[in-house]
């Protein structure tokens, strides 16, 4: 192929990929937007009159996160310190946020109280949950260590 051609074919991949990026980012704000998350915690927190702020923060912090990984190299030689604390910083409210949105689904489709009329399950509920979160972590411990060496 011609170094043009290489050109044209990067360029073109980066706009696919830049206008995909926007598409699944607009799903997920508009999937978290649906199922409620933000009304509910300003509800909770009595902060209902802030959520056109909260919602703007949610789309700059997936903004700026984005970007962050995007250009990941460039700092983590300038700044090797602030790169560390940003990752430390966006686990601790990605973990918040997993938790949350887990709540808001269970609670939005009530999963909890149909599976367990469905099964018939009167005892051992916590065994369930238990069971479910070893998996998770069993599940997540094969991933890294066999998908990721």
């Not at 706009?15 to 937007?33: E, K, P």
């Not at 927190?45 to 700026?64: C, R």
């Not at 808001?104 to 149909?114: G, K, R, Y």
């Not at 367990?116 to 069993?138: E, H, N, T």
Request: aromatic content about 14%; glycine content about 10%.
């Amino acid at each position: 192929m011609s170094p043009v051609t290489v050109v044209i074919n990067k360029i073109l991949l980066g706009w696919v990929a830049f206008g995909a990026g926007f598409a699944v980012a607009g799903g997920f704000i508009a999937f978290i937007s649906l199922i409620g998350i933000v009304t509910r915690l300003a509800g909770i927190t009595k902060t209902a009159d802030h959520i056109p702020v909260y919602e703007n923060s949610m789309a700059m912090g997936i903004l700026l996160f984005n970007l962050l990984s995007l250009y990941q190299p460039v700092f983590s030689w300038i700044f090797p310190a602030a790169g560390y604390s940003i990752i430390y910083l966006s686990s601790l409210f990605t973990g918040i946020f997993a938790g949350c949105l887990a709540g808001a689904l269970a609670e939005v489709v009530n999963i909890i109280p149909i599976f367990s009329r469905r099964v018939k399950l009167r005892k051992g509920f916590p065994y369930m949950v238990k069971a479910a979160a070893l998996g998770k972590c069993i599940g997540c411990l094969i991933q890294f260590y066999l998908f990721n060496l």
